[in-house]
């Protein structure tokens, strides 16, 4: 019995019967679903049943969305398990953050890369500082406010519908991985490393923190976005804000193509039930 053929039976003792298929050669078995609420429903089952599966399911998007994480996937060398190394690194600098801006500053490592843009030591210092920065923004003092945003908070996941009619997608694709944790599914997709989108690694840090901090549920992962129910949201605006200092240098598309400020993102997590990132 192959490694689909066992999982469609252990799938069909509890759930209904499903077509796996395959995605990369072999990397993770995928679902269809009907999109819409559909999609999010069967998700909520395979979440529920995801001990007895020994798997832990990732809305994925559409076949589009996956065929366009394919390019990126095939492009990493990195295995999952490297992946994963490096996210310990990094998760022990969120547990103990810089408190002090690097020297030399990103603004003077721009000014180098304007006179000598093939720099690739410069580029890295760059990186490097710029990375720096974020984790002493992330941790250092909160932002000040004159009046609180009056914003909604969030409260829905969009992966399975059309971003621009609001209808579900005929069909969706639910991933379905072999991690010891949830966190662990963006070294699995290999997700990220593309334009401002953080390094595979880095999410897989980023997450593992929030999850001791507020117990959220990765849903879906598609190309561009990722999408989260919460379980402990913040209760408190420092403690929202405190979060969102962190969720901007995580991913500033959504603040900068989105809600427009720190505090207006602080508002939608205060007692949000749900979280939303996309890179441009």
């Known amino acids: ?12 003792e509890h759930w209904r ?22 999609a999010l429903e069967a998700w909520r089952q395979l ?15 559409t076949q589009r969305d996956i065929d366009i994480q394919y390019d990126s996937y095939s492009y990493s060398e990195s295995s ?10 990094f998760y022990a600098r969120l547990q103990d953050p810089p408190t002090e801006r ?3 500053s990103v603004a003077e490592l721009h000014e180098e890369l304007r006179q000598d843009v093939g720099n690739a030591g410069a580029w890295e210092r760059y990186g490097a500082a710029a990375e720096e920065e974020m984790l002493v923004d992330a941790f250092g003092p909160l932002v000040s406010y004159d009046e609180w945003p009056v914003v ?29 944790h ?13 334009n401002a989108c953080p390094f595979p690694s ?42 969102a200092m962190q969720q901007f240098g995580y991913c500033n598309d959504i603040v900068y193509q989105g809600v427009g400020s720190v505090e207006a993102l602080a508002a939608t997590l205060l007692g949000g039930v749900s979280w939303y990132f996309w890179w441009d």
Do not use: C
């Open 1 to 12: 019995m192959t490694d689909a053929e066992g999982l469609v039976d252990r799938l069909a």
């Open 17 to 38: 019967p499903a077509d796996i298929t395959w995605f990369a050669d072999d990397a993770y078995p995928l679902v269809g679903v009907p999109g819409g609420e559909e």
């Open 47 to 61: 979440y529920d049943l995801r001990s007895d599966l020994g798997r832990y399911p990732v809305l994925v998007g």
């Open 80 to 89: 999952p398990a490297e992946i994963l190394a490096e996210a310990n690194a």
């Open 102 to 104: 690097p020297s030399p």
């Open 152 to 180: 909604a908070p969030a409260g829905g996941i969009t992966i399975p519908f059309d971003i621009l009619t609001r209808e579900p997608h005929p069909e969706v694709f639910i991933a379905l991985l072999d991690v010891d």
């Open 182 to 194: 949830p966190w662990e599914v963006f070294a699995h997709l290999k997700f990220g490393a593309f």
């Open 202 to 243: 880095r999410h897989v840090a980023w997450w593992r923190y929030w999850y001791e901090h507020y117990d959220p549920q990765i849903v879906g992962v598609t190309f561009a976005t990722v999408e989260a129910w919460v379980g402990e949201p913040p209760a408190t605006r420092e403690e929202a804000l405190r979060l």
